[in-house]
């Protein structure tokens, strides 16, 4: 996601507060942090995934490979 993106997110946020925003806006304003959301969770998983954890028997476990492809309950 870009900073003009985060900008908008943002300058929506401070409309809604002061003004309030119209239906497209509001639409907008949705879609724009449904997609941030996305972008952060992503990104977190990604970090996870590089994870390397030594186990007491001295081998290193990826974390990202035994438990990347799992999916949530």
Not at 10 to 35: D, F, H, I, P, W
């Amino acid at each position: 996601m870009n900073q003009e993106k985060i900008d908008r997110i943002n300058e929506l946020y401070k409309k809604s507060k002061a003004e309030g925003l119209t239906e497209k806006e509001k639409t907008e304003q949705a879609l724009l942090r449904k997609e941030f959301v996305a972008n952060v969770r992503n990104n977190l998983k990604a970090q996870l995934d590089n994870i390397d954890m030594q186990n007491p028997d001295g081998t290193i476990t990826n974390l990202g490979e035994e438990y990347g492809n799992k999916t949530a309950n």
